[in-house]
């Protein structure tokens, strides 16, 4: 395999396996709180998202290209300068965005619930957004770490420092909300804030992880600077305007889902009143929390691949190296349809189970359906990702501004309309709309750009969608003849049951169909060593 898929399966098991915690723990927390509780969770999180990527202003991920860029030159010196720089320029205004969001919070509040009924009080929505702003002042710091690691290629400081951020995380969250909820008998609020503290108390886990990989690795580093023979003296204002010329488009990216989320959360409940519909709390929640969870794991192959492809593009690119590029391009995008494609598509014909199994079955008639309209979103987010990463890659970053700035007009103009005629359906109608009209525009500077072939692309995810046609029939099948004596519809275990008998039987007949076909060969270019000792255990 390609240095960019290993090190594209370590950040992606990382991410994933992060992912994946921050969608079990929500089966207790979510038992706790209720969809309410989900409803207020997001209310805090959507907003705090903004500010963390505003606050970064993009430089965790232009560090990475600029460390890249300079490392390929030999000049080690002056990443070293500029990530001393920007961690500083971090601390700064990471400490700002808290103090923004924590003023803010109560104008944030009253835009999420007004007129949409008192089912959440404005002094709850204002606790949890002030609770979980304090996380800005340590996290941004945080990133510049990791994106000066990634600058080298290494991805195991992110990975594991991104697994163990989650775990102490959720257990600070899930041991807090029990004793406020169970022991002291508190509050949903209360409980909730709590939870949106963890941010913060994960984010001092991830620092310890950061500070042990830079003790070991230091001494390694500095014997790259007593080695280095050329050196380009850039001033450091210099390399502060082309640090801040890469790194504005990565601040639209790490934008892109919450600002779609931030138009849902300031137009969903009274476009909801308006169209006559009930229940906009549980809609909310579902969507912007339980739901997306869900939605977003199989985005993480694309948020992996991109964090692990940006250092040899960047490279690729630098050395005027055409075939190579189109070589990289070509792998990253098939790698997310072949993996992206499957995965959302059996969500979606899982929807109902996937939602019951995990929250539970009240409200599944409308949480169900919910998930499956949302889960092909998760496609076009993995593409918006991915396609971003390359075209900053390329050195077009600046059009991806352009690009979701097309998408998000879209949302904003359409979303509330389309809530009104089709209720919360109309939310995830939107958001597809918007990102959809992104990547198409990515894509397109793509293929303009560096004149990229576009024909095995498609005929590729023709291919994709056959073999994900087997797949959605032998989930139907494994519906007609398990239903039969399994209750999936109506009782929890049922749906438990189904879940996994239709993520076996369904995934199971799509990865035999794209392996057979050697398609999985040919996308991760070489063999895959696990499949082959399988083969070889069992005497195939």
Same mark, same amino acid.
């Given at each position: 395999?390609?240095?960019?898929?290993?090190?594209?399966?370590?950040?992606?098991?990382?991410?994933?396996?992060? /992912?994946?915690?921050?969608?079990?723990?929500?089966?207790?927390?979510?038992?706790?709180?209720?969809? *309410?509780?989900?409803?207020?969770?997001?209310?805090?999180?959507?907003?705090?998202?903004?500010?963390?990527?505003?606050?970064?202003?993009?430089?965790?991920?232009?560090?990475?290209?600029?460390?890249?860029?300079?490392?390929?030159?030999?000049?080690?010196?002056?990443?070293?300068?500029?990530?001393?720089?920007?961690?500083?320029?971090?601390?700064?205004?990471?400490?700002?965005?808290?103090?923004?969001?924590?003023?803010?919070?109560?104008?944030?509040?009253?835009?999420?619930?007004?007129?949409?009924?008192?089912?959440?009080?404005?002094?709850?929505?204002?606790?949890?957004?002030?609770?979980?702003?304090?996380?800005?002042?340590?996290?941004?710091?945080?990133?510049?770490?990791?994106?000066?690691?990634?600058?080298?290629?290494?991805? +195991?400081?992110?990975?594991?420092?991104?697994?163990?951020?989650?775990?102490?995380?959720?257990?600070?969250?899930?041991?807090?909300?029990?004793?406020?909820?169970?022991?002291?008998?508190?509050?949903?609020?209360?409980?909730?804030?709590?939870?949106?503290?963890?941010?913060?108390?994960?984010?001092?886990?991830?620092?310890?992880?950061?500070? &042990?990989?830079?003790?070991?690795?230091?001494?390694?580093?500095?014997?790259? &600077?007593?080695?280095?023979?050329?050196?380009?003296?850039?001033?450091?204002?210099?390399?502060?305007?082309? &640090?801040?010329?890469?790194? +504005?488009?990565?601040?639209?990216?790490?934008?892109?889902?919450?600002?779609?989320?931030?138009?849902?959360?300031?137009?969903?409940?009274?476009?909801?009143?308006?169209?006559?519909?009930?229940?906009? *709390?549980?809609?909310?929640?579902?969507?912007?929390?339980?739901?997306?969870?869900?939605?977003?794991?199989?985005?993480?192959?694309?948020?992996?691949?991109?964090?692990?492809?940006?250092?040899?593009?960047?490279?690729?690119?630098?050395?005027?190296?055409?075939?190579?590029?189109?070589?990289?391009?070509?792998?990253?995008?098939?790698?997310?349809?072949?993996?992206?494609?499957?995965?959302?598509?059996?969500?979606?014909?899982?929807?109902?189970?996937?939602?019951?199994?995990?929250?539970?079955?009240?409200?599944? *008639?409308?949480?169900?359906?919910?998930?499956?309209?949302?889960?092909?979103?998760?496609?076009?987010?993995?593409?918006?990702?991915?396609?971003?990463?390359?075209?900053?890659?390329?050195?077009?970053?600046?059009?991806?501004?352009?690009?979701?700035?097309?998408?998000?007009?879209?949302?904003?103009?359409?979303?509330?309309?389309?809530?009104?005629?089709?209720?919360? &359906?109309?939310?995830?109608?939107?958001?597809?709309?918007?990102?959809?009209?992104?990547?198409?525009?990515?894509?397109?500077?793509?293929?303009?750009?560096?004149?990229?072939?576009?024909?095995?692309?498609?005929?590729?995810?023709?291919?994709?969608?056959?073999?994900?046609?087997?797949?959605?029939?032998?989930?139907?099948?494994?519906?007609?003849?398990?239903?039969?004596?399994?209750?999936?519809?109506? /009782?929890?275990?049922?749906?438990?049951?189904?879940?996994?008998?239709?993520?076996?039987?369904?995934?199971?007949?799509?990865?035999?169909?794209?392996?057979?076909?050697?398609?999985?060969?040919?996308?991760?270019?070489?063999?895959?060593?696990?499949?082959?000792?399988?083969?070889? /255990?069992? +005497?195939?």
């Amino acid at each position: 395999m390609s240095n960019i898929v290993r090190s594209s399966m370590l950040i992606t098991t990382a991410t994933f396996l992060s /992912k994946f915690l921050g969608m079990i723990y929500l089966i207790p927390f979510n038992a706790l709180v209720g969809a *309410e509780g989900g409803t207020l969770y997001g209310f805090a999180y959507v907003p705090y998202n903004i500010m963390l990527s505003i606050s970064t202003i993009g430089i965790p991920l232009a560090i990475s290209k600029t460390v890249s860029k300079y490392n390929s030159l030999g000049d080690y010196e002056t990443g070293r300068r500029i990530f001393k720089s920007a961690s500083a320029l971090m601390l700064v205004t990471g400490f700002i965005s808290f103090l923004v969001l924590f003023i803010a919070a109560e104008p944030i509040a009253r835009l999420s619930i007004s007129s949409g009924g008192q089912e959440i009080a404005m002094s709850d929505a204002v606790l949890v957004i002030r609770t979980v702003s304090f996380a800005l002042i340590i996290i941004p710091a945080m990133s510049i770490v990791r994106g000066f690691f990634q600058g080298y290629e290494s991805m +195991g400081p992110t990975a594991i420092s991104q697994v163990v951020e989650q775990i102490v995380r959720i257990v600070f969250v899930l041991v807090s909300v029990f004793m406020v909820i169970v022991i002291f008998n508190g509050s949903m609020a209360t409980a909730v804030g709590f939870a949106t503290f963890g941010a913060f108390v994960g984010a001092l886990g991830s620092w310890v992880v950061l500070l &042990l990989y830079w003790t070991k690795r230091k001494p390694y580093l500095d014997a790259q &600077l007593q080695k280095q023979r050329t050196s380009n003296h850039i001033p450091t204002k210099r390399l502060f305007k082309e &640090l801040l010329g890469y790194s +504005g488009p990565f601040i639209i990216v790490g934008l892109a889902t919450s600002l779609y989320q931030l138009v849902d959360q300031f137009t969903f409940a009274r476009a909801m009143n308006a169209g006559g519909h009930s229940g906009w *709390e549980v809609a909310l929640g579902a969507i912007n929390t339980y739901a997306h969870k869900l939605v977003i794991i199989p985005g993480t192959i694309a948020t992996g691949l991109s964090l692990a492809i940006l250092p040899a593009l960047t490279k690729t690119f630098s050395q005027k190296n055409t075939p190579l590029l189109h070589q990289q391009i070509n792998q990253s995008l098939q790698i997310v349809l072949v993996l992206v494609i499957p995965a959302s598509i059996g969500l979606t014909m899982l929807s109902h189970e996937a939602y019951g199994a995990l929250y539970g079955m009240e409200n599944i *008639e409308m949480t169900g359906v919910l998930l499956a309209w949302y889960a092909p979103v998760g496609i076009l987010f993995a593409l918006f990702t991915v396609t971003a990463s390359i075209l900053q890659g390329i050195n077009k970053q600046n059009y991806t501004v352009f690009s979701l700035m097309a998408g998000l007009l879209v949302k904003i103009l359409l979303n509330s309309q389309l809530i009104i005629m089709f209720g919360a &359906l109309g939310s995830i109608i939107g958001t597809g709309l918007a990102v959809g009209i992104a990547v198409g525009l990515n894509l397109y500077r793509i293929k303009v750009s560096v004149k990229f072939p576009m024909k095995q692309i498609i005929k590729r995810s023709i291919l994709i969608g056959i073999f994900v046609l087997f797949m959605c029939i032998a989930i139907v099948l494994v519906k007609l003849i398990f239903g039969l004596f399994i209750p999936y519809e109506e /009782k929890r275990w049922g749906a438990v049951v189904m879940l996994i008998l239709g993520v076996g039987i369904g995934g199971g007949v799509y990865l035999y169909f794209a392996y057979a076909s050697t398609l999985l060969e040919r996308v991760f270019g070489g063999r895959i060593p696990l499949v082959d000792k399988l083969k070889r /255990k069992f +005497g195939r």
